[in-house]
């Protein structure tokens, strides 16, 4: 719940200075810093508890998803959602200046698609959903599925539209417009049907179910 606070403050604070101007930047960066720290000592307890198991933090996230209490999967995917908005709160601090809605690059509008050993050029909005799995990313389209030359979900997410692609889950980005059904599952959770040719259904993190219950009105 902390995390889920700390993140939305972010957000609003860069709003601010993007709309307001310059003057706001030393406070953005000093809030900034406090935002690193926190997140910080949340992500070194988590790495603290899975060392003492003789774990990696990969391998600690990797038992807590697998693990059949629903508690323990639901700080997996917590624990999951805060290392990655480490990262990102992380590579905003080293920037020379947090970026106004002019300077930030636009969404891609084409992406690269690798398939049958060829080099296909899809257009963004043809994308239904991409997930990531042992480090490969898929990307799945109105007409065809293959691999992306993006590494991480996260570097996909950024030179994407954020208003039509969310990260539903740490494994899975998926477009808005190409959701089909909202699916009852488990213990108040949810998994999306997309329209795809496989009608691929994928699961909502417990930390997204309250974006889904907003954006659908549920």
Not at 140 to 149: K, P, R
């Amino acid at each position: 719940m902390f995390v889920h606070r700390l993140a939305l403050a972010i957000a609003l604070l860069a709003g601010l200075i993007g709309s307001q101007g310059p003057e706001f930047a030393q406070q953005y960066r000093q809030r900034l810093g406090g935002a690193v720290d926190e997140l910080n000592r949340i992500v070194a307890k988590f790495d603290a508890e899975v060392q003492r198991e003789n774990l990696t933090p990969a391998e600690g996230l990797s038992r807590l998803d697998q693990n059949a209490d629903p508690l323990a999967r639901q700080r997996g995917e917590a624990m999951a959602e805060t290392i990655d908005r480490a990262r990102r709160v992380i590579q905003e601090k080293k920037a020379p200046e947090p970026a106004s809605a002019k300077t930030q690059a636009a969404p891609r509008t084409k992406l690269l698609v690798r398939s049958n050993n060829r080099n296909f050029i899809v257009d963004a909005s043809d994308v239904i959903y991409a997930t990531i799995d042992n480090g490969l990313i898929t990307l799945v389209t109105t007409n065809l599925e293959g691999q992306s030359n993006y590494r991480t979900i996260e570097d996909l997410q950024a030179n994407l539209d954020r208003d039509l692609f969310w990260r539903v889950h740490r494994s899975y980005l998926v477009n808005i417009n190409r959701i089909k059904e909202v699916v009852p599952w488990f213990k108040s959770s949810y998994q999306l049907r997309l329209d795809d040719r496989k009608h691929t259904e994928v699961p909502v993190s417990r930390v997204q179910t309250r974006r889904l219950r907003e954006l659908f009105k549920l």
